[in-house]
């Protein structure tokens, strides 16, 4: 009885002294998850005339699904989202730095004119930690004249837009304004390059232009670019700009070729061909919803976005 009563007492001391290990353990392991999730976070920014706020869905959609971080970029709110988008993209790009030093990996999304303005800062940011960039219903390759929407309340937009509206748009005065930073008329390209100073630089059109070598660089840096849109846009002309596809030298007159055969990608201009053929390219094309559904449109995010980031979540932890 007496031996029974010893063993037992030992063993109570054994599990008592075990115990606050074993919590430990347990407590060291939950902050080893916690951890892993807080290592990679997502920065998102929005398109022109609206509010960071306007995508909450997107974010409340994202966070619930794959429990990561998604800072929604407080800046250039609705007015102010047409000041030039060289200026938008050194301001958000001290943010997204900032965001960016308090993880291992970023991944990027811009959705309508914030895709413009998101490939300025991954271009702008040497050594980054974006390891994806997901550009959502933004033109890529530019804007050709009026939004598709837009011919459909204001008479002769249509035509005009096809034979004047650049002279308009290329004075400096214009220029001025950011939402006309990336409009390109294939059909007076050397007068683009010439009044046009932001774009241009961002595709590396224009040779010799200081920083090409490290944009390009910078640009092909990243491990995954996912390229989303659709033939229901009623905003972007023409809506294979969202892919980097864009109208001829013809223009209107003319046709729309995909991404691999535009100059941007055969020369290489600045980096998407390096992504392409190391299998780094991704395009989602979904039909059915027009421009601002794709801000957070169920099925489109549950097609396009969830897809391409649950695979680089898990790849980055």
Not at 133 to 146: D, M, R, T
Not at 249 to 264: C, L, S, W
């Amino acid at each position: 009885w007496y031996q029974r009563r010893v063993r037992k007492q030992w063993y109570q001391r054994r599990v008592r002294g075990v115990l606050p290990i074993m919590l430990l353990l347990t407590l060291l392991l939950v902050l080893s998850v916690v951890e892993a999730h807080g290592r990679v976070a997502i920065v998102h920014m929005h398109g022109v005339m609206e509010g960071y706020y306007e995508h909450n869905n997107f974010k409340n959609h994202i966070e619930r699904n794959l429990g990561v971080d998604v800072h929604l970029i407080d800046a250039y709110n609705y007015a102010a989202s047409v000041v030039p988008i060289a200026t938008q993209v050194q301001k958000v790009g001290e943010m997204v730095r900032e965001i960016g030093a308090q993880y291992d990996h970023l991944i990027a999304i811009g959705y309508s004119q914030g895709g413009i303005v998101m490939r300025g800062v991954i271009e702008e940011w040497d050594d980054h930690n974006i390891a994806m960039f997901i550009s959502l219903a933004s033109p890529q390759h530019g804007v050709y004249g009026a939004p598709p929407l837009a011919e459909h309340f204001i008479p002769m937009l249509d035509w005009y837009s096809k034979n004047g509206i650049y002279r308009i748009i290329y004075t400096s005065v214009f220029q001025k304004l950011g939402l006309f930073n990336y409009y390109l008329d294939p059909t007076h390209y050397d007068l683009y390059l010439d009044s046009v100073d932001f774009f241009p630089r961002l595709n590396n059109e224009r040779e010799g232009d200081e920083g090409a070598e490290r944009r390009k660089r910078n640009f092909s840096r990243l491990r995954k670019l996912v390229l989303i849109g659709g033939p229901g846009e009623d905003v972007i002309d023409p809506w294979q700009s969202t892919q980097f596809g864009y109208y001829t030298e013809f223009g209107f007159d003319g046709y729309v070729v995909p991404m691999e055969k535009t100059q941007f990608y055969k020369k290489d201009l600045f980096g998407l061909r390096t992504l392409a053929e190391g299998n780094r390219v991704v395009r989602c094309t979904y039909d059915g919803i027009n421009h601002l559904q794709f801000r957070d449109h169920q099925g489109m995010l549950e097609t396009c976005v969830l897809p391409s980031l649950s695979l680089m979540i898990k790849e980055l932890q």
